[in-house]
C-alpha cells in the first residue's frame, strides 16, 4: 500500500470521493456515516480524535450538541487512507460493464447522464 505522499499528485483525485457525498459544504454525522458506510459512532469517534474536522452547534446554550463535518474533511479523509488508485477502480468498473448486455449498457449510459 503507497502512502498519498508517494503517489503523485493527480493520482488521487478529490472528485473521485466527492461523489459519494451530499453536495452541501456541511454534513451531519449521519449523512457521513452513510456516504462512508460506518456508524455514527464511528464519526463521533473520528470527531474526537481530530480526524474529521467538524462545527459544533448548540454546545453553549445547554441544549444538545448537533455536529456539522465540512465536506472537505471526509474527502481528506478518504483520501489519506485510501489504498488503491481510482483508475483500478474505474478499470474494475469497465470490466463488469462490459460483461452486462447491451440493454443493461444502454440503461447505464443513460443513467449517468
Same mark, same amino acid.
Given at each position: 500500500m503507497m502512502s498519498v505522499t508517494e503517489r503523485?499528485? %493527480? +493520482? $488521487?483525485?478529490? %472528485?473521485? /470521493?466527492?461523489? +459519494? $457525498?451530499?453536495?452541501?459544504? /456541511? $454534513?451531519? &454525522? %449521519?449523512? &457521513? +456515516? %452513510?456516504?462512508?458506510?460506518?456508524s455514527p459512532s464511528f464519526i463521533f469517534k473520528l470527531l474526537d480524535a481530530g480526524v474529521l474536522h467538524g462545527v459544533r452547534h448548540n454546545a453553549a446554550t445547554g441544549a444538545k450538541a448537533r455536529w456539522r463535518i465540512h465536506r472537505d474533511s471526509v474527502i481528506l479523509y478518504l483520501l489519506e487512507r485510501a489504498d488503491y488508485e481510482p483508475s483500478d477502480f474505474i478499470e474494475r468498473a469497465v470490466k463488469l460493464i462490459r460483461g452486462r448486455s447491451n440493454s443493461e449498457v444502454e440503461a447505464i449510459r443513460e443513467a449517468l447522464k
Open positions: 503523485s499528485e %493527480d +493520482a $488521487l483525485s478529490s %472528485d473521485h /470521493f466527492a461523489a +459519494a $457525498l451530499p453536495r452541501k459544504q /456541511f $454534513l451531519r &454525522v %449521519d449523512e &457521513v +456515516a %452513510d456516504a462512508i458506510g460506518m
